[in-house]
């Protein structure tokens, strides 16, 4: 099997547990296999409006028929937003190989082999008409893997020069070296929670952490948090909505503590377990993802570990997942491995994701 790259332009499409919208992002990739070039050609974050935001956050409470119907008008307005981000940029969509799309997390978990990704893989070629690649957790989830992290193959391949990965989207994940291979991992809930508190405040999210700073630790649920079982077992693990609310939410008590105590505790919290793992000194890390914006957070992250923390620029922080989900796609459609064992615990490599084409 050749070990170059066609040169390939494609889009890689992400929605995150955070719900802040949904990334879009223009890729190539071209060179050797080994060592990939790569350009985020143009990028777009279009907003959730407030009925999908409610959709999508009550999913998982739905009848199996309302799931149905929902994953397939997800679908829908994924393959709108696609059609439009190409009109808006005058991209014909002959140029295009393929789109990868993620879905939306709504159920995960792993231990009993169920991951669920909404955004209907077919409905979005039906309105595109494009190549998709879709639902790339399920086969590694039903070979007893995590479904989770995916991102490391990117990292290995294209951002290999960090000592750590980190992105700091719904749930904060790292990939880095050790003992000549990646781990990789999510290490804490982060905007996930963020987010919640900040909405009881009217917010959608805290800007630069501002609401967060103006608040003190709340120390006796500091202990409790970091005493979670979860942070003491080792990789690989994965984080899911349904974790959140039955171990975290019930510590986060808004009738006994102010919103902004509780967010300063959970940065403390968040910036304290990242510092656990990422702490080596003359060693860098990439920070990625909505969370990458929280200058607090940043800042707070930073006073814990020795390890030098590299904010990118704006494009790549924001679309850095939808960048990778990209290059698995481009993977997918190459037929080489994009899910590897040493990452999830799954039993063996998967070249992951469903291709719908005609």
């Known amino acids: 099997m050749k070990n170059s790259l066609e040169p390939t332009l494609c889009i890689g499409i992400m929605s995150g547990t955070s719900l802040d919208g949904v990334d879009i992002a223009l890729c190539s990739f071209s060179g050797e296999f080994s060592a990939p070039e790569y350009n985020i050609e143009k990028a777009e974050t279009i907003p959730y409006p407030k009925m999908w935001k409610e959709r999508l956050s009550q999913a998982h409470t739905l009848t199996a028929y309302n799931f149905c119907k929902l994953d397939n ?18 991209i ?12 939306h997390t709504i159920f995960h978990h792993p231990s009993e082999k169920i991951t669920v990704q909404i955004g209907n893989g077919t409905s979005i070629y039906a309105q ?17 893997g995590q479904g989770a992290p995916l ?26 070296n050790e003992n000549q291979k990646i781990v990789a991992f999510d ?34 649920v500091l202990e409790k948090l970091n005493s979670l ?39 403390e919290h968040a910036a304290k ?17 909505g969370g990458a914006h929280n200058k607090f957070f940043i800042h707070q992250l930073q006073q814990k570990t020795q390890t030098q923390i590299i904010i990118p620029n704006p494009l790549l922080i924001d679309f850095k997942e939808a960048l990778i989900f990209a290059f698995l ?25 469903i291709i719908i084409s005609e």
Request: proline content about 6%.
């Open 92 to 103: 014909p969509k002959e140029k295009i190989s393929f789109i990868a799309s993620h879905g």
């Open 273 to 289: 377990q990242i510092s656990n793992i990422a702490n080596q000194p003359n060693s860098t890390m990439l920070a990625t993802g």
């Open 73 to 90: 008008e997800y679908g829908e307005f994924l393959g709108n937003c696609l059609t439009q981000f190409l009109l808006n940029n005058s």
């Open 329 to 353: 796609g481009w993977l997918k459609t190459n037929q080489k491995l994009n899910t590897l064992k040493e990452y999830t615990g799954a039993k063996t490599d998967s070249i992951s994701g």
């Open 128 to 144: 595109t008409g494009i190549t998709v690649v879709f639902d790339f957790r399920r086969l590694d989830v039903a070979r007893g």
């Open 151 to 176: 991102v490391p193959i990117g990292d290995k391949l294209l951002f290999n020069r960090y000592t750590y990965r980190l992105n700091l989207g719904g749930f904060a994940n790292i990939s880095y």
């Open 229 to 267: 079982p979860f942070y003491q077992t080792p990789p690989p693990k994965s984080l899911g909505r349904e974790w959140v609310e039955k171990h975290i939410f019930p510590y986060l008590e808004t009738n006994l503590y102010s919103i902004p105590d509780l967010m300063r505790t959970w940065v």
């Open 187 to 220: 290490i804490v809930p982060l905007n996930f929670v963020l987010n919640h508190l900040a909405q009881h405040c009217g917010y959608s999210f805290d800007k630069d952490g501002e609401i967060a700073q103006s608040g003190n630790v709340i120390p006796e």
